[in-house]
DNA sequence: CTGTTATCAGACACAATGTTCATTTTGGCG
DNA sequence: CGCCAAAATGAACATTGTGTCTGATAACAG
């Protein structure tokens, strides 16, 4: 045997990429839910047997994505959550802004109003857990009996209502504008009160 | 000829209220995205060339039990905005819970987490009109160059959040309770300040 | 009752999925 | 370089779902 060591087949890694690039050069231009593997393939320039020999449907192709996303979310969360603590809470709200502007076609095609419902659903999910993992600390601040799934679901849903937004109007302001105008809301309230 | 008059034959609505009530509890039972029209149409105890009589396709089936939803909110919202202005701002959130109560498979079926991207985003399209129009008024309010569209998609993407989650978890609490959190949030801020 | 109109079952062409297989490339390594 | 195991290929195939159309049957409105 040669080696299956944990090398990749330059091969592989050649296919696999190809295919991811064009799922979202393809979600990009025509939305997620009309797709078929056979355009996938061809703007890929893949066989489409090479294709299920890799992922077992077009949903395992955009999870495959995903996964990498979440990793690297879940890391730069944490590096921002002990980096530093000036921001005040909410820390993954400005790095999840950068690095969408960093890879814009990306997110653009998973939190876009294209995309479809499987990477809203994940990117929702990875949220989730880094607004409740920063909530942990502060449990006593929700005094008055507010569940705090509650809030994370609020905050949660607030902040991937704003990232869409953003990004359908091209994520002309700089991220650290965006930013800004999300925490004044969360920390602040959205309305001003009557009297 | 008889009469193409406006009155619907009782066919014609028996089958149509059919195959509505069975496409949201197929919803309801496996998720929109694997439903076929087979399904609906065995579970509607309606022909499968009936069904195309009267719809072109899942989604037009879907759409149109929508635009119902939509005269109704709207027709709500305009009462509760003249009605009582004692409930502050953000009057269609009780309207809205309460709805949902009244109707609870409905809209677990729409907004719940199955049901996929078309009810939601048009649901999310209905509220962002009312929440526009009630942030109208208040145009001064958001001083320092804060976009108003930028204010109601995090309202509306906190709302529908909110109501997603309230709906999986069995809607056990009250409307009025939901309600109030809510608003809290909206007024005062999710979160803390730190210092 | 009578004529109109909806419903039905079944057949059809079509598009997309996912599998299999024999064959050809190609990257890794001695 | 030359070998060979692993990867890519294209073509064929069975399967499932879609959407259309037919002629026959049943139900409604007047």
Redesign the interface.
């Known amino acids: 045997m040669k080696t299956t060591e944990h090398t990749i087949d330059r091969r592989v890694a050649r296919t696999r990429a190809a295919l991811h690039q064009a799922l979202i050069s393809l979600i990009l231009k025509k939305g997620y ?1 009309s797709i078929t593997v056979d355009e996938i393939c061809e703007a890929a320039n893949v066989g489409r047997s090479t294709f299920y020999l890799h992922f077992t449907s077009k949903d395992d192709l955009k999870q495959s994505g995903l996964s990498h996303l979440r990793r690297q979310r879940v890391e730069a969360a944490a590096r921002a959550a002990t980096g530093d603590q000036g921001t ?3 820390s993954f709200s400005l790095a999840m802004f950068e690095h969408a502007r960093d890879h814009l076609d990306l997110y653009r095609a998973l939190a876009g ?1 294209r995309g ?2 499987v990477a809203l ?1 994940t990117i929702r999910q990875i949220l989730s857990e880094l607004v409740r993992a920063e909530l942990e600390p ?1 449990a006593a ?1 929700s005094s008055d009996a ?1 569940p705090r ?3 994370v ?10 990232l ?2 953003w990004l359908d109007g091209g994520a002309k302001m700089p991220p650290e504008r965006i930013d800004a ?2 925490r ?11 009297s």
């Open positions: 839910g005040g809470r909410l109003s479809g419902t659903d502060a601040s507010m799934e509650f809030v679901q609020y905050i949660v849903g607030a902040f991937m209502a704003v869409t937004w105008m999300f004044r809301l969360a920390f602040d309230g959205a309305i001003a009160r009557n």
